[in-house]
Nanobody, 126 residues
Framework: QVQLVESGGGLVQAGGSLSLSCAAS????????MGWFRQAPGKEREFVATISENGGITYYADSVKGRFTISRDNAKITVYLQMNSLRPEDTAVYYC???????????????????WGQGTQVTVSS
């Protein structure tokens, strides 16, 4: 059974930083691209970042490019999201996700992902 467990969310002032982690189990982690998404109250879930199986390819939403960094440690079976220069509009529940299997490129659409974590709340105060 695949499980994805996010951690590291919290309350931070604008301009601050947070680091999210997502620990995976039940899948051969090193063969899966991994993604981060977020959903703010009253809004649809949106793509944040994705990373290929070996970490060599990453994609970011324009809204976070230059501020957020996705990375992974396959030995620790964990994917990370380092968030710097946080803004109030980054406030959301953040989810990590994994597709059903191998993908030619790390997906950016949520419909391409099959496994989801429970989410972790990030709140940025102004």
């Amino acid at each position: 059974q695949v499980q994805l467990v996010e951690s590291g969310g919290g309350l931070v002032q604008a301009g601050g930083s947070l680091s999210l982690s997502c620990a995976a189990s039940g899948l051969t982690f090193s063969t899966y691209a991994m993604g981060w998404f977020r959903q703010a109250p009253g809004k649809e879930r949106e793509f944040v970042a994705t990373i290929s199986e070996n970490g060599g390819i990453t994609y970011y939403a324009d809204s976070v490019k230059g501020r957020f960094t996705i990375s992974r440690d396959n030995a620790k079976i964990t994917v990370y999201l380092q968030m710097n220069s946080l803004r109030p509009e980054d406030t959301a529940v953040y989810y990590c996700a994994a597709p059903l299997g191998r993908t030619p490129n790390p997906p950016v659409r949520d419909v391409s992902y099959h496994y989801w974590g429970q989410g972790t709340q990030v709140t940025v105060s102004s």
